[in-house]
């Protein structure tokens, strides 16, 4: 049923972390945050991706660099 998620289930509690760490973050900047965690394996997420993540985990983000 559907497309297999990217983040397995044991790394989502750390995503979870990362994202509650930083609620100002833009999109860009928690996907790169996220590729540099040790939990990633280095893995760098697609936006889309990461914005199909965060809304299956109901979790809000910023959607623009301030200016």
Same mark, same amino acid.
């Given at each position: 049923p559907g497309r297999a998620l990217l983040l397995?289930? !044991?790394q989502e509690a750390a995503f979870l972390r990362l994202? *509650?760490?930083r609620t100002?973050?833009?999109l860009e900047t928690l996907r790169h945050a996220w590729?540099?965690?040790s939990e990633s394996g280095g *893995? @760098?997420?697609s936006k889309s991706a990461l914005q !199909?993540? @965060?809304r299956r985990l109901?979790?809000?983000y910023k959607k623009k660099r301030a200016r």
């Amino acid at each position: 049923p559907g497309r297999a998620l990217l983040l397995r289930p !044991e790394q989502e509690a750390a995503f979870l972390r990362l994202v *509650a760490t930083r609620t100002d973050w833009t999109l860009e900047t928690l996907r790169h945050a996220w590729q540099g965690s040790s939990e990633s394996g280095g *893995a @760098l997420l697609s936006k889309s991706a990461l914005q !199909e993540h @965060l809304r299956r985990l109901k979790v809000t983000y910023k959607k623009k660099r301030a200016r």
